[in-house]
């Protein structure tokens, strides 16, 4: 596999976690229920984490993508965000595991699994882009 193939591999499954995290984020507040009660600061109500993270992914994804663009970015942002997303990348291979780990065979095992081998994907083309920036294939 060329270098920028596994990168778009990599940009790919960016796109996809962050298309999975804001349906996440929409269908939690779509089916919350109404609950006249304020909920108490630090609680986790307000998802300013999640979109910060979806926000990082997007841009990784960005940088995985064209090299054109990627030429354009300066050296110490492309290595700020590839690094957080690769840290971010194997926070979610150990979420995914535990999980995984803790439910035994059940469908969502499955998704599990998937979530694994995509974040190591991730984490890897995020490491072969700090590593060749502007590999043109």
């Known amino acids: 596999m060329t270098s920028l193939s596994f990168r778009r591999a990599g940009a790919s499954v960016l796109v996809l976690e962050a298309a999975y995290a804001l349906l996440m ?13 304020p909920a108490p600061a630090g609680s986790g ?3 300013v984490t999640e ?10 994804a960005a ?32 979420a995914a595991s535990a999980n995984a780990l803790d439910q035994g065979l ?14 190591l ?5 995020c490491v072969r882009g700090l590593r060749d920036p502007a590999a043109g294939g």
Request: glycine share 4%; net charge negative; hydrophobic share 65%.
């Open 51 to 60: 979109a910060a993270a979806v926000v990082l992914v997007l841009c990784a």
């Open 63 to 94: 940088l995985l993508g064209p090299p054109a663009l990627t030429k354009r970015v300066p050296g110490w942002i492309r290595a700020v965000v590839l690094l957080c997303t690769a840290a971010l990348q194997l926070f979610v291979v150990r």
């Open 25 to 37: 984020l929409v269908a939690f507040a779509v089916a919350a229920p109404d609950d006249p009660e």
């Open 45 to 47: 109500s307000f998802p």
């Open 121 to 125: 994907v991730a984490t890897a083309a």
């Open 106 to 119: 059940e469908p969502d095992a499955v998704l599990n699994a998937l979530m694994v081998l995509g974040a």
